[in-house]
């Protein structure tokens, strides 16, 4: 009777894996791809709506130019600041500590916790090419077929 093999061990010489600073870089590579992401300009902001679309209000109606109100809202997205500018503004708005920068906190004396990188549950398993974090067979699947080593340049 022969030992039932695991396929992920069985496969695992066929995968590439990172070393420690690879998977760092990887991380850091990804963190800034987000960061890019995230303070892009609207697209559409410089849209001019041409004059030549037709009004389908009633004729008789007189149309009265009101100034349109801005929001809140437009002035936070149009003057808003990457978090390096803002740590950057703080540390010369606020050159003696504390700031920011000057900011620390002991270690914690509880064990470091691992989520999982799918759907962020407690994780016990890490995959070996990459070194993500898992909490199940459903996750490591959801992790190889769409993940794994995606970001890796």
């Not at 503004?89 to 050159?95: T, V």
């Not at 002991?106 to 995959?127: D, N, Q, V």
Request: aromatic content about 10%.
């Amino acid at each position: 009777m022969s030992a039932r093999e695991s396929g992920r061990v069985k496969d695992g010489g066929k995968t590439r894996v990172l070393d420690d600073a690879a998977r760092k870089r990887r991380a850091r590579k990804a963190v800034e791809a987000l960061e890019q992401d995230n303070f892009h300009e609207d697209p559409h902001a410089d849209l001019v709506m041409s004059k030549k679309i037709p009004k389908f209000a009633d004729s008789n109606e007189k149309p009265t130019r009101k100034k349109k109100a801005r929001s809140a809202d437009y002035y936070k997205m149009r003057f808003r600041k990457s978090f390096a500018q803002l740590v950057e503004e703080d540390a010369n708005f606020r050159p003696e500590p504390p700031n920011y920068l000057s900011a620390q906190a002991p270690p914690s004396k509880f064990p470091e916790r691992h989520f999982c990188a799918i759907c962020g549950f407690l994780s016990k398993y890490t995959c070996i090419p990459c070194g993500a974090r898992y909490c199940s067979v459903r996750c490591l699947g959801t992790h190889l077929d769409t993940r794994c080593l995606k970001w890796t340049a």
